[in-house]
C-alpha cells in the first residue's frame, strides 16, 4: 500500500512572545507531516500550544521561527495579499463558538466565502444548498442563527468551511459549545468527511480524539505522538 502524500509539513516551527519581562514559548520547535487525507487530532491541556499551532497552519499568524508549508507552499515568506488567498482556496475553518453571522440565513452564512471567490450567485445557492441537504439541515436552510440548535448550527459552520472545497479544514474545539450527543455526531461527520480531505482538530475531549486516524499530544509547545 503506498504512503499518503503530504498535505502539511512542518519544520522547526516555534511561535515565541514576550509576556511582561518573560519569553512565552508556545510553540517550541515542532517537527511533523500530516497527509492528504484522514482526520489527526491534537490533543493537550490549556495553554499547551494547540490553537497557535493551529492558527500557524492556517496562516492566521506566523512562526517566530521555522517553516510552515501546506498544499506546496511555504506561508512564512508569503505577503498578506498572497496569504489571504491561501486562506480562501485551501483551508476552511470550523470554530468552537461558530461564528455565524447572526442576520443571515444558513443558506446565505454557506454561500459567503464562495462570493469571495467570485462564484455567480446561481452556484452559490446550488452548492450551499447541496451542502446543507448533506449535512442533513434541508429543512433548515431559511433559518438564522437563533433559530437553530447548538449542533446544526456547528454543522452550519462545516458546510461552510466547506463551501469553497478546500482540501484542509481546520477545527478548533468544535464540540465545546456541545452537550455530548450533539459532540458524538459533529466527531463522526469531521470523520466521514476525512475520507476526501485533511481534517485537523484541535480538542482537549480524549474520548472523541480517539475517532481520529491520528492522535497528537502537545505539551509546552512540543509535540509527543501516541499514534
Avoid at 463551501?163 to 484542509?168: E, G, K, Q, S, V
Amino acid at each position: 500500500m503506498s504512503e499518503k502524500k503530504t498535505l502539511i509539513e512542518l519544520r522547526d516551527v516555534a511561535k515565541h512572545y514576550k509576556k511582561g519581562g518573560e519569553v512565552v514559548r508556545a510553540v517550541d520547535g515542532i517537527n511533523q507531516k500530516i497527509p492528504t487525507t484522514g482526520m489527526v487530532a491534537i490533543v493537550g491541556p490549556s495553554g499547551s500550544g494547540k490553537s497557535t499551532l493551529l492558527h500557524m497552519i492556517g496562516a492566521m499568524d506566523r512562526p517566530t521561527r521555522g517553516e510552515v508549508m501546506v498544499a506546496g507552499k511555504v506561508l512564512n515568506g508569503l505577503p498578506e495579499k498572497d496569504l489571504t488567498r491561501f486562506r480562501r482556496a485551501t483551508v476552511g475553518f470550523v470554530f468552537q463558538t461558530f461564528n455565524l453571522i447572526p442576520n443571515l440565513t444558513a443558506l446565505e452564512n454557506v454561500s459567503l466565502p464562495m462570493e469571495f471567490n467570485h462564484v455567480t450567485k446561481d452556484d452559490r445557492l446550488r452548492r450551499a444548498k447541496s451542502l446543507l441537504e448533506r449535512l442533513g439541515l434541508g429543512q433548515r436552510l431559511k433559518h438564522r442563527p437563533n433559530e437553530l440548535s447548538g449542533g446544526e448550527m456547528q454543522r452550519v459552520a462545516i458546510a461552510r468551511a466547506l463551501a469553497n472545497d478546500p482540501p484542509l479544514i481546520l477545527a478548533d474545539e468544535p464540540t465545546g459549545n456541545l452537550d455530548s450527543q450533539a459532540g458524538q455526531m459533529i466527531y463522526e461527520l469531521l470523520k466521514e468527511i476525512s475520507r476526501e480531505r485533511t481534517i485537523l482538530v484541535v480538542t482537549h475531549a480524549e474520548a472523541l480524539a480517539q475517532m481520529a486516524d491520528r492522535v497528537l499530544h502537545i505539551r509546552d509547545g512540543r509535540f509527543e505522538d501516541h499514534r
